[in-house]
């Protein structure tokens, strides 16, 4: 059953009546879209709620969007139907022709940057600021994140291609939490990459948790256990694996999928690529 917005805010119907929600999209037809100017500010300002050239604008030509005392839901908008809470505040007063002075609300706080919704807003850029009454019964929950929102997306198995430092975000929940769910949802064959040597690493995921568990054994060990990664370990530390290696899912298959296949097509790709004579392969 869908979680509808109010759930998590919590607000009385004296707070609905005197609130308005906007839906920020682009600066203008064609300008830049707010999430993006969004991620370009300081993890304080998002955390804070006060990125300035993103939320509050008090004018719709020559009618305020805001009245002094109302309280304002300002979203951003992240696909067509999903949007990001940015901040909540109420109005102090509206200056004409430019972002309105504002009273951050911080019993909100928690939420910026991490509370994503789904709402049909549709494409009309003219209009973006409405009685929250209006949008309140529509809006559902799609997520809470853990951490404030990075601009992440996971693009799709076959583009699963990832630095240390991206690995060890995802798997700590820095970094959308739904890529690292989608790694667990699949077996396959990857390969780590030594970018300063050129050297490559084929391997395997059989496990319950699919890629993620093996992964995870890289994160921990940096080495996962390999002979010839064990002996680079032992040699550089590491910050070596840190600094230069990289994670490639090269197939991917369900969680049912015949271990021996995966096997099978492990080898293929050592034969391929030449990793037992040249790379990081032991047999």
């Known amino acids: 059953m869908d979680l509808l917005l109010n759930k998590v805010l919590n607000l009385t119907r004296e707070e609905i009546e005197n609130s308005k929600i906007e839906f920020n999209m682009k600066a203008g037809k064609g300008g830049q879209s707010f999430i993006d100017r969004w991620l370009k500010h300081t993890e304080e300002e998002k955390a804070t709620g006060t990125c300035k050239d993103c939320s509050y604008w008090g004018w719709y030509g020559d009618k305020r969007n805001?009245?002094?005392?109302?309280?304002?839901?300002?979203?951003?908008?992240?696909?067509?139907?999903?949007?990001?809470?940015?901040?909540?505040?109420?109005?102090?007063?509206?200056?004409?022709?430019?972002?309105?002075?504002?009273?951050?609300?911080?019993?909100?706080?928690?939420?910026?940057?991490?509370?994503?919704?789904?709402?049909?807003?549709?494409?009309?850029?003219?209009?973006?600021?409405?009685?929250?009454?209006?949008?309140?019964?529509?809006?559902?929950?799609?997520?809470?994140?853990?951490?404030?929102?990075?601009?992440?997306?996971?693009?799709?198995?076959?583009?699963?291609?990832?630095?240390?430092?991206r690995l060890e975000d995802i798997f700590n929940g820095r970094m959308l939490p739904t890529y690292y769910e989608a790694l667990k949802k699949v077996t396959g064959v990857y390969c780590l990459t030594d970018t300063h040597t050129g050297k490559l690493y084929i391997g395997s995921a059989t496990g319950e948790e699919g890629v993620a568990q093996r992964w995870g054994n890289y994160l921990d060990s940096k080495h996962g256990g390999n002979k010839k990664l064990i002996e680079l370990y032992e040699k550089k530390g590491a910050e070596y694996f840190e600094k230069y290696f990289t994670y490639t899912l090269l197939e991917y298959f369900n969680l049912s999928y015949d271990p021996i296949k995966i096997l099978e097509r492990e080898q293929y790709w050592k034969k391929c690529l030449g990793t037992i004579k040249n790379g990081y392969n032991d047999n």
Not at 106 to 133: E, Q
Not at 143 to 159: A, K, M, Q, V, W
């Open 66 to 165: 805001f009245r002094p005392g109302q309280w304002v839901f300002s979203f951003s908008r992240m696909t067509d139907d999903e949007w990001l809470l940015i901040s909540v505040a109420k109005i102090i007063d509206t200056p004409k022709d430019t972002w309105a002075n504002v009273e951050i609300l911080d019993r909100f706080k928690p939420f910026f940057g991490r509370l994503i919704v789904k709402c049909k807003k549709g494409n009309t850029f003219s209009r973006y600021v409405f009685n929250l009454n209006k949008y309140l019964e529509q809006i559902t929950v799609k997520e809470i994140l853990p951490f404030i929102y990075s601009g992440e997306t996971f693009e799709g198995y076959d583009r699963v291609h990832l630095p240390f430092h």
